[in-house]
RNA sequence: GCGGGUAUAGCUUAAUGGUAAAGCGCCAGCCUUCCAAGCUGGCCACGCGGGUUCGAUUCCCGCUACCCGCUCCA
């Protein structure tokens, strides 16, 4: 990497121009004028994808026992998003202030009173101005001086750099209307008026069935999990796993964003590679193991362990996956963030957010969350078929527990539902109709859910390896060298293959000989175009890691180089003579 | 959705009220014995729609997309 931090947005335009050009990253639609927030992976995006979701796909399933795949559908039963939350919390009925465009939700707007004061506009020294109408709440109490100081700041904030500094921004045509008492319509903070009540649904409606009436609505899928979820029950009976065990899935997802912004990093289609790991209630982990394990800075996380509660397995998922992304090349550019309290959803008890440094800031690439049995309990209640599991070692040493020690799991239960910080305490009724299923060895299993966006992993992946020198020769012409160092593990291309001149059949003959050699194992490039430094400079755009030039020593110019090639690094440049028949396990050992 | 900005070849830029220039890249040929060499030739553009005008890439209006803010959080 450079040494000199770059001007973000610059180098997101270098980066997006570059995926462009060698055909990582295209918009959606361009030639009819594009289409939103929706983008389309080229022959390198596609082999680079690829690469991370097999690399996932591997990491979370095929190299484990304790987890299985799903490939569910798009579509789902609609009743599905009414279970999950989706419905309600994505389609609200928000108004925007007119003066911050920020939004609330309809119902949630508190009744206000105030003087209603108007201005014709605004102007600032920078040039700036807008002409429409702004409509403020002044608060009862406040003084008209501080009054004005607030609404140039949101004004100020809202126009941003083109209007300068908030202190002078000029208001227009100021005027008092009328006085309130209870209006509900001026936004709780701002002030500003607030527009129609409208819907604003994040979920993609479509229609299920060629009659297309309202009957058939139905909505493409905001999230991956859900299916998930919906099929627990099928996986669990069809497979033969025990609680803990994992249900993995990668597919397509679909959110209406606001604003589809910074390049492929908020999109409206989207690819997830999601986890539901099932795990048992930390009361049963209690009654079949003595205790719970208590998480410590340094504990070790390497291997399960059957007195594991939620804490201690989010912990470890949190660890699992940040070995992935050490794995893919990310690891130094790595952050977390531990959701507080008040950020977490109610039904969340703990959330880490993987967050990943890009050109336009530090954002978030994967979140794990410890979910409880919130979402197979809401699908239990919704869909009235059970999600329960039986678990015969809880059942047997919940038969030896004494009925005071029953009581005191009970107990301690009880308090912790009242010590709450978010959401009702549990009724003690209920509290105590869940134990006796616990003591019988049903419950519904907890999940801890690690959730990862596989185009931001992409889009990481490339702003990460993308790498600008400028280069001086003997001459003193100096031009500028784009280089993505990819991982091995991920590039699109893993190896270049060259005959040092095109003009010699021998050469080629050779090249496309080794090219054969490798194509099955890897996916490679052949060129024969161009001078030797050139294509290799076109596999370094690309982020091959490797090149292999046939050249006369190969062919037995030097015989004792006879059938050896050269191989040439990408990052250090350094040559190796390979034999030939070394040269496929060379390469396989260092991708 | 709101406010601000941008839109000319694959990429980066230029010029112009009379339909466009260059560099890089790409393709073909010649040449070339290891890091974007050279020569010759070639392909390729005014985002879309309307208006003003004899004539618009240029001026005006709409639309779309992208960038920067507000919101979203895989």
């Known amino acids: 990497m450079s040494d000199t931090k770059p001007d973000p947005i610059a180098q997101m335009e270098k980066i997006v121009s570059l995926c462009k050009r060698r055909g990582f990253i295209y918009p959606s639609s361009e030639i009819y004028g594009g289409c939103g927030g929706v983008w389309d992976y080229g022959p390198l995006g596609a082999e680079l994808k690829r690469n991370l979701r097999e690399a996932w796909w591997r990491a979370m399933t095929r190299d484990r026992e304790d987890i299985l795949g799903l490939d569910a559908c798009i579509l789902m039963n609609p009743a599905i998003w009414k279970a999950s939350g989706h419905v309600d ?142 099929q627990f029950k099928n996986v669990f009976d069809s497979s033969r796993v025990k609680v803990p065990f994992g249900i993995c899935q990668i597919g397509k997802a679909f959110r209406n964003e606001v604003t589809p912004k910074n390049f492929t990093f908020r999109s409206r289609e989207f690819e997830q590679m999601e986890l539901e790991f099932f795990i048992k209630p930390d009361e049963a982990v209690e ?208 190896c270049g293959v060259f005959p040092l001149l095109k003009n010699k059949p021998e050469l080629v003959a050779k090249a496309r000989e080794v090219y054969a050699l490798l194509k099955p194992h890897m996916n490679c490039f052949y060129d024969e175009t161009a001078s030797i430094g050139r294509r290799y400079a076109r596999q370094d755009e690309a982020g091959t890691p490797f090149g292999v030039t046939i050249d006369f020593d190969t062919l037995g110019e030097k015989p004792e180089l006879l059938n050896t090639v050269t191989v040439r690094e990408r990052d250090s440049n350094a040559q190796h003579r390979i034999q030939i028949s070394e040269l496929l396990g060379w390469l396989q050992a260092r991708l």
């Open 89 to 230: 919390t994505f389609a609200d009925m928000m108004r925007e202030c007119s003066l911050t465009n920020k939004r609330v939700r309809a119902d949630h707007v508190e009744a206000q009173a105030g003087t209603v004061m108007q201005f014709t506009g605004a102007k600032a020294a920078t040039g700036w101005s807008i002409s429409r109408q702004i409509t403020v709440l002044m608060k009862q109490g406040e003084h008209i001086e501080s009054f004005r100081k607030r609404v140039r700041a949101l004004i100020g904030q809202n126009a941003g750099a083109a209007a300068g500094k908030p202190e002078e921004i000029e208001l227009l045509g100021e005027q008092k209307t009328e006085v309130v008492t209870a209006s509900v319509d001026f936004h709780p903070e701002s002030g500003g008026l607030l527009g129609e009540s409208r819907p604003f649904n994040l979920m993609l409606r479509t229609y299920l069935g060629p009659t297309a009436t309202e009957a058939d609505v139905t909505y493409l899928r905001p999230e991956t999990a859900q299916a998930i979820f919906a």
């Open 287 to 494: 009654i079949i193991s003595g205790e719970v394990a208590k998480w410590s800075d340094g504990a070790d996380l390497s291997e399960p362990q059957p007195n594991w509660g939620w804490e201690m397995w989010h912990r470890y998922w949190v660890d699992q996956r940040t070995k992935f992304y050490q794995n893919i090349g990310l690891g130094d550019v790595l952050e977390y963030y531990w959701q507080t309290p008040a950020d977490l959803a109610h039904y969340a008890r703990a959330c880490v957010d993987i967050l990943c440094e890009f050109p336009f800031g530090t954002e978030e690439l994967e979140g794990i969350a410890a979910r409880g049995a919130f979402d197979l309990t809401a699908h239990q209640q919704a869909s009235t078929k059970s999600q329960e599991v039986f678990d015969e070692d809880l059942k047997n040493a919940a038969a030896k527990l004494t009925p005071e020690q029953k009581e005191a799991l009970i107990q301690k239960r009880l308090a912790a539902e009242q010590a709450k910080v978010k959401g009702e305490p549990m009724p003690e009724a209920d509290v105590r109709a869940w134990f006796e299923r616990l003591f019988k060895g049903n419950y519904v299993p907890h999940v801890i859910e690690p959730s990862a966006g596989l185009d931001r992993m992409a889009l990481a992946v490339i702003a990460k390896a993308f790498d600008e020198t400028v280069k001086t020769d003997d001459k003193g012409k100096s031009e500028t060298i784009t280089v993505l160092r990819f991982h091995p593990r991920v590039a699109p291309i893993k």
